[in-house]
């Protein structure tokens, strides 16, 4: 939620492309960095090896395409803005889906 949040903020202050594009490839590594970071941490030999992936594909559907589309915007091709729709909406099915989670499943 906080990468979110930190891109909206970035997409909505009036800034060149070239500056936003610095700042969301910065955002985007910090979001991978995070994914590896947590996925290295998180092995527990005795839960479900999907336990391990997932939240790691969540942190990798947020984070791939704010990169590509920070890319884009450095050479002024290939979509540019349009990368970040799909950030987004991957990023909120991420907290909604944590949420789920904390809020239903985890009182089995």
Do not use: K
Not at 34 to 39: D, K, S, T, V
Not at 70 to 99: D, E, K, Q
């Amino acid at each position: 939620m906080v990468g979110l949040l930190i891109l909206a903020v970035l997409l909505l202050v009036p800034q060149s492309l070239s500056a936003l594009a610095i700042e969301t490839l910065l955002l985007g590594i910090g979001v991978v960095l995070i994914m590896i970071g947590r996925f290295r941490m998180q092995r527990m030999p005795d839960l479900p090896a999907y336990r391990h992936y997932v939240p790691a594909l969540i942190l990798a559907a947020f984070g791939v395409p704010i990169v590509a589309g920070a890319i884009n915007l450095l050479v002024l091709a290939g979509g540019g803005l349009y990368w970040f729709v799909p950030a987004i909406v991957l990023g909120f099915m991420g907290a909604v889906t944590n949420a789920w989670v904390l809020l239903i499943e985890i009182l089995r």
